[in-house]
């Protein structure tokens, strides 16, 4: 399976942004998607799941501004993010995996190259 990831980029707090994984190979057993986000100087955490149902779970950080959502017909999951802060700055990782039981926060199956989010104040 490979992730790819798109729709980073620079923008001011207070703006939007939609990040989208596009999952391609043999994806007919993933059971979640999700992102995850590496802020400088930080370890990796958790930002968002949504599971093959569309159950989610969102980090307390962004819970409020971030969306999730997935499209099975195309593979893809979309992190709608709004209200950014310089706070949300990182670079963002698409993630998947096959198993219910690290759903939402133990996602480590397969992972996109990320991309860079950066909101300047």
């Known amino acids: 399976v490979q992730l790819q990831a798109s729709g980073g980029g620079a923008v001011q707090a207070g703006a939007s942004l939609r990040l989208s994984c596009a999952a391609s190979?043999?994806?007919?057993?993933?059971?979640?998607m999700g992102w995850f986000r590496r802020a400088p100087g930080k370890e990796r955490e958790f930002v968002a799941a949504?599971?093959?149902?569309?159950?989610?779970d969102l980090a307390d950080s962004v819970k409020g501004r971030f969306t999730i959502s997935r499209d099975n017909a195309k593979n893809t999951v979309y992190l709608q993010m709004n209200s950014l802060k310089p706070e949300d700055t990182a670079v963002y990782y698409c993630a998947a995996d096959r198993q219910r039981g690290r759903f939402p926060r133990g996602m480590n199956d397969y992972w996109g190259q990320g991309t860079l989010v950066t909101v300047s104040s």
């Open positions: 949504i599971s093959y149902s569309g159950s989610t």
């Open positions: 190979g043999r994806t007919f057993n993933i059971y979640a």
